[in-house]
């Protein structure tokens, strides 16, 4: 967000999406899984970042 103020748009989505970072990927037994209406939202919560993010990356960088 330093470079491009833009992202800014994303601190909110990333700030719900966060805890599934970790607390999806480990042991815990006070995790609970969101229900299906949580789990597509944050499916659709995904998919914004993917597609913004993918808005931004210049056309001419090369695959690798």
Known sequence: ME???DFEVLR???A???P???LGRYPDPTFE???QEA???LINQSEFIFKFVEKHIPKN???K
């Open 3 to 5: 470079i491009n103020k």
């Open 16 to 18: 719900e999406l966060n």
């Open 12 to 14: 909110p989505v990333t």
């Open 39 to 41: 789990m597509q939202n």
């Open 20 to 22: 599934y970072i970790t």
């Open 33 to 35: 899984k969101p229900n």
């Open 61 to 63: 960088v090369t695959k």
